[in-house]
């Protein structure tokens, strides 16, 4: 049975000594007020955080993944043994309204903490995780938009647990394009509306842990105009409350069925069928796909999160079973057996050192981009705010593809270290294959990720959220580009992020030559999104280890955790962060080689594509 033992470490030297958190939120009136911003007791949540992830959550991942959900035929649906209890036991210890606004219950702390939390839950068991990740991200997109009754009747129950969220975008023929979508609203006069249509996909849409599921629910009001102008946001409830906010009349929407797939089989995927289902309208009439990236784009970089921690915790088992496994001899010996642990072979060392290399920067991405949410959120001067939530935008599209990309690749490279073992179901490798694998797809796909990069994100903004980051990688560089220590991966870093800028040029004038341009575009954004994520990488393992060594040469390394950074950021820069020079040249190639003869490669042809 796999294990599990969170990075409380690493994470307090991301949140420390790499970003000065403690610092940085006492900048910050809200946590300071709330006496939220304290390192010192940020740091024993995060001890207690851990202590019940992996006590109570960790344990049920492999039976989770085994029993499934199972719906009955009024429509209910039973989730895996434990995970009722284990989630009451979140609720009762509060960690539902962790960061959540003290308004409505929650306790107030930072982003920062949480992050560091759900990052621990993802590697614990993914698939139970999602259920209360995804009453966040509607307590998220309620907070933000919805009206002050809705949010007093609503948001104290979410933030204590009691009430789930979801969220309903996807229907059978419309996922990546939701302009498309058919579902219907029609006002019935009385400040409510009838919900009617039929939702695929929908993650913990329907389950037996809270007392009421509340849908946020994406839907077209009669007479609004086509495509996503007229697209609207809708609450719609399980159960209606009554005046006194208990769950009351049951709504018209139910679980018609439950999805079987390739993993995370502990959280129910459902389809929902709405049939004229009361609902109420969340912010502005035809301004749901706004409302609703709110959601999404927690909900974003809460699949990152996945991506990490599935990574992690696949790794620290593959760590654990080469240290163990026996097999073939090595020169010099290491073992007096007839075989050698595995872990001194190269290939194998290359393995694990890709799953910490990508583990450990995903995680000071995630904590990067947690602070900066809280700085967002809180900080008083409206320049600074307006910087982080540049940041954010920027970022979220890489934290999302890049980390659930590399989560995947490690969780297989981690499979690999087992050999024949990791195929097989009770080492638990295979699961964390098979629970990384939908990183990739939900909360649109990573290709679809890299088309907000580059499409959204730089080149219609003109490139002005990539110039910010720009001049910080910029600073950074000079700062240090004689560094006897990290010159050198400075010096590359430099070059990559130049050949970014470059890059990103050359794209930005194609991209103007009409529906060719777009298809430029279109047959750059996955690598560049890489490269990208590669350029942010680099700037964090530079940093990660510039800071490392002063450690080492204060002779503050008493158990060798700095050394461990600066040999992994020696790996990162010599073995994964060249992958630029490969991506560089196939971004140069743009469209012209997937513009293939459409009938003689694919046997399918179309007179508006007349390529050859
Ligand atoms: C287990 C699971 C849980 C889910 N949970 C939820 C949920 O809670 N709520 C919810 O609303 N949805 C949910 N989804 C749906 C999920 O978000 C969609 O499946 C996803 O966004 C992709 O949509 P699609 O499946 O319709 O694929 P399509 O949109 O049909 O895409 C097919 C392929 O075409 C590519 N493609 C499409 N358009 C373009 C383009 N313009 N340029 C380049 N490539 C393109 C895509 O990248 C993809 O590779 C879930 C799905 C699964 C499998």
């Known amino acids: 049975m796999p294990s599990y033992k969170a990075p409380l470490r690493d994470m307090k030297f991301v949140m420390q000594e790499v970003l000065g958190a403690g610092e940085q939120l006492a900048a910050l009136p809200f946590y300071k007020d709330n006496e939220t911003a304290d390192f010192d007791l940020l740091s024993q949540v995060l001890d207690e955080a851990a202590r019940f992830v992996e006590t109570e959550i960790q344990p049920l991942n492999q039976t989770g993944d085994k029993e499934g959900c199972v719906r009955d035929e009024q429509g209910n649906v039973k989730t895996p043994t434990g995970f009722k209890a284990a989630y009451k036991k979140f609720c009762d210890a509060g960690w539902t309204a962790l960061d959540s606004d003290p308004e409505y219950g929650g306790q107030g702390m930072p982003h920062l903490i949480s992050i560091a939390m759900n990052e621990m839950i993802c590697s614990a068991n993914v698939a139970w995780g999602m259920y209360p990740g995804l009453s966040?991200?509607?307590?998220a997109a309620l907070q933000a938009v919805g009206s002050d009754e809705l949010k007093k009747l609503y948001l104290p129950h979410i933030v204590d647990g009691s009430w789930s969220g979801t969220m309903c975008l996807t229907e059978p023929h419309a996922g990546t394009d939701l302009g498309i979508i058919r579902t219907k609203a029609a006002d019935n006069g009385d400040g409510t509306y009838s919900i009617s249509g039929t939702k695929i996909f929908i993650s913990a849409g329907e389950h037996d842990l809270t007392e009421n599921i509340v849908h946020l629910v994406l839907a077209r009001?009669?007479?609004?105009?086509?495509?996503?102008k007229g697209i609207s946001l809708f609450l719609v409830p399980k159960f209606i409350p009554d005046?006194?906010?208990?769950?009351?009349?049951?709504?018209?929407?139910?679980?018609?069925?439950?999805?079987?797939?390739m993993g995370i089989h502990g959280n129910a995927t459902a389809v929902l069928n709405f049939d004229g289902a009361k609902g109420w309208l969340v912010g502005e009439i035809n301004k749901g796909m706004n409302h609703m990236f709110i959601m999404m784009n927690a909900a974003r970089l809460g699949t990152g999160l996945q991506g990490l921690g599935i990574g992690e915790v696949a790794y620290q088992n593959a760590l654990a079973y080469a240290k163990d496994r026996l097999q073939m001899r090595h020169e010099p010996r290491v073992s007096g057996e007839e075989a050698d642990p595995i872990i001194v072979h190269p290939d194998v060392r290359r393995m694990l050192l890709t799953g910490k290399a990508y583990s450990e920067a995903g995680r000071a991405l995630a904590l990067w981009l947690a602070l900066s949410l809280d700085t967002e959120a809180h900080h008083p001067d409206e320049a600074k705010r307006k910087e982080a939530g540049d940041l954010v935008a920027l970022l979220t599209p890489i934290a999302k593809a890049f980390m659930t990309d590399?989560?995947?690749?490690?969780?297989?490279?981690?499979?690999q270290v087992f050999g024949g073992h990791g195929y097989i179901a009770e080492w638990g490798m295979e699961q964390f294959v098979r629970d990384a694998r939908i990183g990739q797809i939900y909360e649109g796909t990573n290709g679809i990720q890299a088309l907000d990069l580059l499409g959204r994100k730089v080149l219609m903004d003109g490139g002005k959220k990539l110039q910010n980051l720009a001049g910080t990688l910029q600073a950074f560089a000079e700062e240090n580009e004689g560094d006897e220590h990290i010159g050198d991966y400075v010096g590359q870093l430099g070059k990559a992020a130049q050949q970014l800028g470059s890059l990103t040029m050359v794209i930005g004038q194609k991209a103007m030559q009409g529906a060719e341009g777009a298809d430029e575009v279109n047959a750059a954004a996955v690598d560049y999104l890489r490269f990208f994520g590669h350029v942010v990488y680099g700037y964090l393992w530079a940093r990660m280890a510039k800071i490392a060594q002063e450690k080492i040469d204060a002779g503050q390394d008493k158990d060798g955790f700095y050394l461990a950074k600066v040999q992994t950021a020696r790996f990162y820069f010599a073995k994964l962060f060249p992958e630029t020079k490969a991506l560089a040249a196939t971004i140069k190639a743009g469209n012209e080689a997937l513009a293939v003869d459409n009938k003689a490669v694919f046997g399918w042809e179309h007179a508006a594509l007349a390529h050859a």
Request: proline share 5%.
């Open 136 to 139: 966040h991200g509607a307590y």
């Open 221 to 228: 009001l009669e007479g609004s105009p086509s495509g996503t």
């Open 243 to 261: 005046a006194s906010g208990k769950p009351g009349e049951r709504n018209g929407v139910v679980c018609g069925s439950l999805e079987h797939k």
């Open 406 to 415: 590399n989560g995947f690749n490690v969780a297989v490279q981690s499979q």
